[in-house]
């Protein structure tokens, strides 16, 4: 029979510990009819790129399937701790049986198998990934370290990706579909308020920034102190050029304030001789362009 080395966190969920030492233990596959097999609701993975599964389908009707999946008995046949997609794949590439490993295992060890294989992988969405780290820690009484050895990342990376849960459901769906990366929600989530945080994501979105641009329009944000009396500063056009007037003159002196006539008043605290220099040019190109 064939047998498959695990991951190193999954190898040490299947280690038989002694006083003196831990010894891994082999695991053999047999084929199992996929009719006798079901999907986990524990699956920490909610979306299935198809487009992925029909690839894979494809690889398993030439090179057959080349790991198999993890499997616990259950009444009447078995059910998915590892491997949902290779079983859904291999559905599709019309094979009737998948090779399996079959191990007893309770409800809570394999839910937390299934969260800890899926976590190890690259293929989950960022809003996924984080989901998992927070369950292994509220499900199982896990730490961020014990989390981050359980799946083979830093401590600081598992942190960070638990930042993403702070996310209102609007944004967060941006990254969760692809629209936003990881980077634009680190941004996004210096911006306190709600409401323009999701404004700066649904617009960041629209206008395809660049994370360095959603940082600098962020931070301009971020650092404006709350207006007095009924001016709101929501304005995003004027965030804009005042983030672009901070890179473009190397200085972050620089403000831009909505007045209640529907003017703008413009602040710019320049460094030196030479930063005044080139914002009274910046001013007489301006001008020029006009005549």
């Not at 599964?53 to 009707?61: E, N, T």
């Not at 993890?70 to 491997?83: C, T």
Request: charged share 30%.
């Amino acid at each position: 029979m064939a047998k498959k080395r695990l991951g190193k966190g999954m190898d040490a969920l299947f280690f038989e510990a002694s006083d003196d030492e831990q010894k891994e233990t082999e695991v053999s596959t047999s084929d199992i009819r996929l009719s006798e097999i079901e999907p986990s609701r524990d699956q920490p993975r909610k979306t299935f790129d198809q487009q992925a599964i029909s690839a894979l389908a494809d690889s398993i009707r030439e090179h057959g399937v080349l790991q198999p999946i993890l499997v616990r008995p259950i009444a009447g046949g078995y059910k998915i701790i590892a491997g949902e997609r290779r079983w859904r794949a291999a559905k599709e590439a019309g094979l009737t049986e998948i090779p399996a490993i079959v191990k007893e295992l309770g409800d809570a060890q394999a839910a937390q198998i299934a969260l800890i294989e899926n976590l190890q992988r690259e293929d989950l969405n960022p809003i996924e990934e984080a989901q998992g780290y927070d369950r292994l820690m509220k499900a199982f009484d896990m730490t961020q370290e014990q989390v981050s050895q359980a799946v083979g990342k830093s401590r600081p990376a598992v942190a960070n990706s638990l930042r993403l849960l702070k996310l209102d459901e609007k944004t967060a769906e941006f990254v969760r579909n692809g629209e936003l990366s990881t980077g634009h929600a680190k941004a996004l989530l210096s911006v306190a308020d709600s409401v323009r945080r999701y404004e700066l994501a649904k617009e960041a979105v629209q206008k395809g920034y660049t994370v360095r641009q959603t940082e600098r329009i962020a931070a301009a944000i971020s650092e404006k102190p709350k207006p007095t009396g009924r001016i709101k500063f929501d304005d995003t056009y004027a965030m804009e050029i005042e983030a672009a007037l901070v890179e473009h003159l190397g200085s972050g002196a620089v403000s831009v304030r909505p007045k209640k006539s529907g003017e703008y008043q413009l602040t710019v605290k320049l460094s030196d001789k030479e930063h005044l220099k080139r914002f009274a040019q910046m001013c007489i190109d301006y001008t020029d362009s006009k005549k």
